[in-house]
């Protein structure tokens, strides 16, 4: 069942761990992407040999082909660079775990070229959902979710009947490290502490969107577009413990979940290797080690970004591309120490009282992502 992969976004957190599973599963790597950082991408691309490899920065890749000019390596650089990887022709499928939109060309590069993609980049559906979905009919590809809540609904539904049957689709969600807390608990917030997420250790966009909770409504739009599915069929729930992935209720309200340990390598392997299972390293589930598992209500009045995700993908066209841009620029700006933690969602949600027109193409999604970014930025420049 070997498959030649491809891998973009191999330096961060899913990454890492997607090498590791590749590894395990002694599977070819021929191509892989990164953002900036040289040395450990020079380091894995010694250890996993490929033969193109691309570097979003392009100063990177000028060090990196340098460094790595004594391998037989192709070294290209940029979103075209990202994009050759992504459709590069010895490879059976693409892992994309790229942080934010900039993930969004290179999905589709691999769409167009016919490769199966593994994604966990959720912005390029966030973003280009309706763009992304009818590329990947044209093209006879299929999205696996590595998402963990979206791979359990994925598993949820293998075996079931037609996806039509199932009438909800239910996000778990860990409430992240301000669970229980209220707004004004939020207003002193500081990076260390939003950083702290209680279960998953993850980059620094999505560690903060978990935070504020915009995780859970950018999945929200994600699951939509992946399972087809009505937003208003789609209920989060929160579950402290990280142990049921997400759920799908059915017709008749038999309610199927899946469970596991809170380890990324379990959805990244799955995404891989579907509709085959293998044996993984993650250690098993022991339930009578985890006690009880808890769920709650989410608290929408602390925590707006949910049902703000909500009015953007139930308006439709580039509302949702738009919360995600700005999302991405609030995020870094409060991780530069420019804006509160607080301000983050109240900024986001000023985005959909602009209008935004359809998203009928990639280069009208990549616009509403830049105008919102800017917006965002004034809007952030105005509260000084
Ligand atoms: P990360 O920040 O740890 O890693 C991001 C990777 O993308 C790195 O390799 C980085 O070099 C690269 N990158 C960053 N900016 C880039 C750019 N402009 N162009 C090209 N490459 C760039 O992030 P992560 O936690 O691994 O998350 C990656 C994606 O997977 C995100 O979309 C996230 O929402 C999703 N995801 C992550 C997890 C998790 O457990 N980490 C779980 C579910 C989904
Ligand atoms: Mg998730």
Request: charged residues 20%; negative net charge; hydrophobic residues 45%.
């Amino acid at each position: 069942m070997e498959k030649r992969l491809s891998l973009l976004g191999a330096t961060g957190s899913i990454g890492i761990q997607a090498l590791d599973v590749a590894e395990k599963l002694h599977w070819p790597v021929t191509a892989m992407a990164a953002g900036s950082r040289v040395l450990p991408f020079e380091e894995q691309i010694r250890k996993f040999s490929p033969r193109v490899v691309a570097m979003a920065d392009e100063n990177a890749a000028a060090d990196l082909k340098v460094r790595i000019a004594d391998l037989p390596v192709k070294v290209t650089a940029g979103t075209e660079g990202l994009c050759e990887v992504a459709s590069v022709a010895n490879a059976d499928m693409v892992l994309n775990s790229v942080m934010g939109v900039a993930g969004f060309l290179p999905t589709l590069a691999a769409v167009e070229a016919g490769h199966d993609v593994a994604l966990a980049n959720k912005e390029t559906l966030v973003a280009g959902g309706a763009v992304v979905t009818d590329a990947c009919q044209k093209h006879g590809v299929k999205l696996l979710p590595v998402d963990s809540e979206h791979s359990a609904i994925f598993q949820c539904l293998q075996g079931c009947p037609p996806h039509g049957k199932a009438k909800k689709l239910i996000l778990t969600c860990s409430g992240g490290p301000f669970f229980g807390k209220t707004k004004a608990d939020l207003e002193a917030v500081t990076l260390e502490q939003a950083l702290a997420h209680p279960n998953w250790s993850m980059g620094l966009k999505i560690t903060v969107d978990s935070a504020t909770m915009m995780n859970k409504g950018l999945e929200l739009i994600e699951a939509k577009w992946l399972f087809d599915m009505d937003p208003d069929d789609i209920d989060i729930i929160i579950h402290r413990e990280s142990i049921v992935h997400s759920l799908v209720e059915y017709e008749d309200n038999s309610v199927i979940a899946q469970l596991g340990v809170p380890d990324m390598r379990i959805p990244i392997q799955y995404a891989l290797t579907w509709p085959e299972r293998v044996p993984s390293p993650v250690k098993p589930l022991s339930l009578a080690e985890a006690g009880k598992l808890t769920f709650f209500a989410p608290d929408h009045e602390t925590f707006p970004a949910i049902n703000l995700c909500r009015e953007a993908i139930k308006r439709g066209g580039l509302y949702p591309a738009a919360v995600s841009g700005a999302n991405e620029q609030a995020v870094a700006l409060f991780a530069a120490g420019k804006l509160p933690f607080a301000a983050i969602t109240p900024l986001v949600a000023r985005i959909l009282e602009h209008p935004w027109g359809a998203a009928d193409s990639a280069e009208a999604v990549l616009q509403a992502d830049r105008d919102s970014r800017q917006l965002l930025l004034e809007l952030a420049g105005e509260r000084v």
